[in-house]
């Protein structure tokens, strides 16, 4: 390596700054079973991981999401623009929602529980940022079985597009789907 090309790896990072390291604020946001939840990560923090456990009890799941910092977003220039969505499903129906235009991701989940049903209604917090770009994009694996344990963590630098699910009346459950992409800056001209 040259003397030149270290200095300008040395600037790259100067210039792209925020290690992940440096991040603060991060935390987990927790839901209740049966109970409306509104879970808003606040910029400039995305999801990091989620843990999900489904009671049968309750004929429902429990949800925690770790926001916090995700590398290559310059924090300072982080502004983005975001929106709810509507309930994007009916109760007991499939769901399938990707924030589709430009470089839209998912920054906030909301949902709201039916007893009768066993089931919620899905709503979205997109955002977009024309600084940045996606990329890379790619569907998980199912991230759960029906009734089981649901326990992923993001890759560093990629954030969430895309939620889908089915849904299973006699297991009064779903099974989540992620869309995730790397979220990228757009280097100005
Ligand atoms: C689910 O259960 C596991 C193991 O007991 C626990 O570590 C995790 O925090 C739980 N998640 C939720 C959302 O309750």
């Not at 790259?12 to 209740?32: C, D, H, W, Y």
């Not at 910029?43 to 999900?52: C, G, Q, W």
């Not at 940045?132 to 199912?142: A, E, F, G, L, V």
């Not at 963590?153 to 009064?172: A, C, E, P, T």
Request: charged residues 25%; glycine residues 6%.
């Amino acid at each position: 390596m040259s003397t030149t090309f270290i200095l300008l790896l040395l600037m790259t990072f100067m210039v792209i700054g925020e290690p992940i390291t440096l991040a603060t604020g991060e935390r987990i946001l927790t839901t209740e079973y049966d109970k409306e939840m509104v879970i808003n990560c606040e910029e400039p923090n995305f999801f990091l991981a989620v843990t999900s456990n489904y009671s049968t009890e309750h004929k429902d799941r429990k949800w925690e999401f770790t926001c916090g910092l995700t590398s290559h977003i310059r924090v300072s220039e982080h502004r983005s623009r975001c929106s709810w969505s509507g309930y994007i499903n009916q109760y007991e129906r499939d769901l399938n929602e990707a924030c589709g235009r430009r470089s839209g991701f998912i920054e906030g989940i909301r949902s709201i529980y039916k007893d009768y049903y066993g089931d919620r209604r899905w709503s979205f917090y997109c955002c977009y940022n024309d600084d940045y770009t996606i990329s890379r994009c790619k569907t998980t694996d199912q991230l759960n079985k029906y009734q089981g344990r649901l326990n992923y963590r993001f890759q560093d630098g990629y954030v969430l597009r895309g939620v889908s699910s089915v849904h299973n009346n006699n297991y009064k459950d779903r099974i989540f789907t992620f869309e995730v992409c790397s979220l990228d800056y757009v280097y100005p001209d």
